[in-house]
Each structure stands twice: as structure tokens, then as C-alpha cells.
């Protein structure tokens, strides 16, 4: 399974930004989904997580409802949606899949839970 993540770039703070994450090989539609994002000196962190099937959302602290999760089963793809950037958002932005999402009702959080891992895209966001 490749993740091709894309989408980052600099942004004045209060603006917005998309990534997408586009998967090939594999079952995508299987698959949890997550994004995380590492800052300079701190570890990597939940962002935004979604079931394979898009029912369930998990969002890191302080980030659900300036951040949204989606994903297209039908395009592989998955799709975090930023908005009200803050400079704290500025981090390496990576996109995860968690094979055995299939079978947890409940999306999953730890980086330990996620196989696949794309190359980040980064975001900075200036003041």
C-alpha cells in the first residue's frame, strides 16, 4: 500500500488548507484512516481519524471544529479539511491507513494502530 499525501503549503493564520491523502494498493475501503501531524522536537500526534466505512470520527484535542475528516472510498482518497489555522498548527502532516480498521467498530488512535504511512506534507502557518 502507497499513500501519496499533497496538499500542504504556507498559509497566514486564519486561513485554510486541504490535504489529501490518495492510497494505491490494497483495500482502501477496509482501512481506518488517520492523519497525523509532528511538530520540530515533539512527538507525532493525532490529528484526525475516520472508519472505513466513515461513520465513526475521532478529532485530536482542541481540533474538532476547525478541522474535518473525509474520506472517498470510491477515489481511495481521504481528505483533512483545515480551517482557522493557528501558527501551532505548523507541523509535517502525514496520512496513515490502519488495515485491520475493518474490524474495530470504533476508529483507532495510536500511531502503533497504523501500518501504512505516507512521506508528510508540510504546513506552515505564519503570524
Known amino acids: 500500500v502507497q499513500l501519496q499525501a499533497s496538499g500542504g503549503g504556507l498559509v497566514q493564520a486564519g486561513g485554510s488548507l486541504r490535504l489529501s491523502c490518495a492510497a494505491s494498493g490494497g483495500s482502501f475501503s477496509d482501512y481506518a484512516m488517520g492523519w497525523f501531524r509532528q511538530a520540530p522536537g515533539k512527538e507525532r500526534e493525532i490529528v484526525a481519524a475516520?472508519?472505513?466505512?466513515?461513520?465513526?470520527?475521532h478529532y485530536g484535542n482542541d481540533l474538532k471544529g476547525r478541522f474535518k475528516i473525509s474520506r472517498d472510498n470510491a477515489k481511495s482518497t481521504v481528505y483533512l479539511h483545515m480551517n482557522s489555522l493557528k501558527p501551532e498548527d505548523a507541523a509535517v502532516y502525514y496520512c496513515?491507513?490502519?488495515?485491520?480498521?475493518?474490524?474495530?467498530?470504533?476508529?483507532?488512535?495510536?500511531?502503533?494502530?497504523?501500518?501504512?504511512w505516507g512521506q508528510g506534507t508540510l504546513v506552515t502557518v505564519s503570524s
Open positions: 496513515a491507513a490502519d488495515r485491520n480498521g475493518i474490524i474495530h467498530t470504533v476508529v483507532r488512535v495510536a500511531t502503533s494502530d497504523y501500518d501504512y
Open positions: 475516520i472508519s472505513w466505512s466513515g461513520g465513526s470520527k
